[in-house]
């Protein structure tokens, strides 16, 4: 049978050609009957430049597609193109998810739901009281809001650039005036992480590219919790080391799952099998690894 909506997806951005993202909503898609075509729209590889975005989603929405992703470095440029923003996206000022309605394009952010998702599953019953989160960059935003929404009553920004983290800091205080939210450096990690309840890293260090860890590793101990939002490898030096040191860890692998989980359900109205996903994002990492060797 012929399903009566076939749904096309793209995901623009740049360096988007090894992202694990297409495969795993189209393998969900097949195991729900759903005919579903996701491709990657790499702005380096097709000679377009960001600023143009707003030519990119007109030729998407005139070739027929559902909706797009979006990804650096276009998360937050993407607003002005957009005719309606879901208010969780519109206060981080940042969306991944676009969705061409008959009432115009509208634009969501499952980064920072899925990571909430990812934290609630992968770390049950963990303190909120007092996170630094160590990152102050898109995807810091995200996890910051999502931190703030799940009850943290203290959360402190590291950032290696100050201005940066002062700005994120103030944002999110802004945003959620119950909660204790402010900057911080790399040289107060030490005393942060003396009295912190957990740890979230949202840099690119420790990433194939980036190896590396973002603090020195004697500051990681029990009962003190430990999230990565890095997913390739999904076990980075920080969450090894972490483990060793006896702290209960998150890999960035269930935001990634859960941020296209969200995203699949905003597109299709269908809701996915989170352990469904979960299983064919492994299966996509596993042979991944397998041809880099």
Same mark, same amino acid.
């Given at each position: 049978m012929i399903d009566s909506h076939p749904y096309l997806v793209g995901l623009v951005g740049a360096g988007v050609l090894p992202s694990l993202t297409p495969r795993m909503h189209?393998?969900?898609?097949?195991?729900?009957?759903?005919?579903?075509?996701?491709r990657p729209l790499d702005l380096p590889s097709l000679g377009i430049d960001?600023?143009?975005?707003?030519?990119?989603?007109?030729?998407?929405?005139?070739l027929g597609y559902d909706a797009v992703n979006v990804t650096h470095p276009c998360k937050q440029s993407v607003l002005t193109h957009l005719d309606r923003i879901d208010p969780v996206a519109a206060a981080l000022g940042a969306v991944n998810t676009v969705l061409f309605t008959p009432g115009g394009r509208v634009g969501y952010n499952t980064d920072?739901?899925?990571f909430a998702a990812a934290f609630t599953q992968?770390?049950?019953?963990?303190?909120?009281?007092?996170v630094v989160q160590i990152g102050a960059g898109g995807g810091g935003s !995200? &996890?910051?809001?999502?931190? +703030?929404?799940l009850g943290t009553a203290h959360l402190t920004v590291v950032d290696l650039d100050p201005v940066r983290a002062r700005a994120l800091a103030e944002d999110l205080a802004t945003r959620h005036p119950s909660?204790?939210?402010?900057?911080?450096?790399?040289?107060d990690l030490p005393a942060l992480l003396a009295v912190a309840s957990g740890l979230v890293h949202c840099t690119p260090v420790g990433m194939a590219d980036h190896p590396g860890?973002?603090?020195?590793?004697?500051?990681?101990?029990?009962p003190l919790w430990v999230a990565d939002i890095v997913y390739r490898p999904l076990d980075t030096e920080l969450l090894i080391t972490a483990r060793e040191r006896g702290c209960r860890t998150l890999s960035g692998g269930r935001m990634a799952v859960h941020q !296209? &989980?969200?995203?699949?359900? +905003?597109?299709?109205?269908?809701?996915p099998d989170p352990e469904r996903m979960t299983a064919h994002f492994l299966d996509l990492v596993a042979a991944d690894d397998v041809l880099a060797r």
């Open positions: 189209m393998a969900e898609a097949r195991a729900l009957g759903l005919t579903y075509v996701y960001p600023d143009r975005l707003g030519e990119v989603l007109a030729w998407a929405e005139r920072t739901t899925g992968g770390l049950p019953g963990a303190s909120t009281e007092r !995200a &996890v910051g809001d999502a931190l +703030l929404r909660a204790v939210v402010d900057p911080g450096s790399p040289a860890m973002p603090l020195e590793s004697d500051l990681l101990r029990p !296209a &989980v969200d995203a699949f359900a +905003l597109i299709t109205g269908t809701r």
